[in-house]
């Protein structure tokens, strides 16, 4: 097993083609857990070892990578992949702070599996809605949805 990606809070380790492992803080792991039970939710194994305020957790592996670098060729697909993936999550009573980068990886939270569904993962910038983040969660939505239609 080894380290595997660029994730400055956090540390992901290939445990084999179909999982990877996670090290993050406790409230992540409990927020990726709730988060269980839709197809557009990156899945975990019902398992962790936590240790102080670290966890491990146990994810699936999307062979497609992150959604930036990824060459998408049904944009409708996508678009609806992802729209549900954020309706659970608001549905679940959080908002991802994280869902779009102005610079960078824009779409570095959005995975693709190996059959092409998108999933959304990395729950560590999460919050409870209020009227400031719905508001910019709006806004990211239209940028994501824009920067799909473009490229």
């Given at each position: 097993?080894?380290?595997?990606?660029?994730f400055?809070?956090?540390?992901?380790?290939?445990?084999?083609?179909?999982?990877?492992?996670?090290?993050?803080?406790?409230k992540?792991?409990?927020?990726?857990?709730e988060?269980?039970?839709?197809p557009?939710?990156?899945?975990?194994?019902?398992?962790?070892?936590?240790?102080?305020?670290?966890?491990?957790?146990?994810?699936?592996?999307?062979?497609?990578?992150?959604?930036?670098?990824?060459?998408?060729?049904?944009?409708?697909?996508v678009?609806?992949?992802?729209?549900?993936?954020?309706?659970?999550?608001?549905s679940?009573?959080?908002?991802?702070?994280?869902?779009?980068?102005?610079?960078?990886?824009?779409?570095?939270?959005?995975?693709?599996?190996g059959?092409?569904?998108?999933?959304?993962?990395?729950?560590?910038?999460?919050?409870?809605?209020?009227?400031?983040?719905l508001?910019?969660?709006?806004?990211?939505?239209?940028?994501?949805i824009?920067?799909?239609?473009?490229?």
């Amino acid at each position: 097993m080894g380290r595997w990606g660029g994730f400055a809070h956090s540390g992901m380790y290939r445990i084999n083609d179909k999982w990877i492992m996670k090290i993050t803080d406790v409230k992540e792991y409990r927020i990726t857990e709730e988060m269980q039970g839709h197809p557009n939710i990156v899945s975990m194994l019902p398992m962790s070892r936590r240790s102080g305020k670290y966890a491990s957790v146990v994810m699936e592996y999307c062979e497609g990578g992150n959604l930036t670098n990824y060459n998408i060729k049904d944009k409708q697909s996508v678009i609806e992949d992802i729209t549900k993936g954020v309706g659970h999550m608001l549905s679940r009573g959080y908002v991802h702070n994280d869902l779009w980068r102005d610079r960078g990886e824009h779409l570095a939270n959005f995975f693709v599996r190996g059959n092409g569904t998108v999933v959304l993962g990395d729950f560590g910038d999460m919050s409870k809605p209020n009227s400031e983040n719905l508001l910019k969660l709006s806004e990211h939505m239209n940028k994501i949805i824009e920067y799909i239609n473009i490229y």
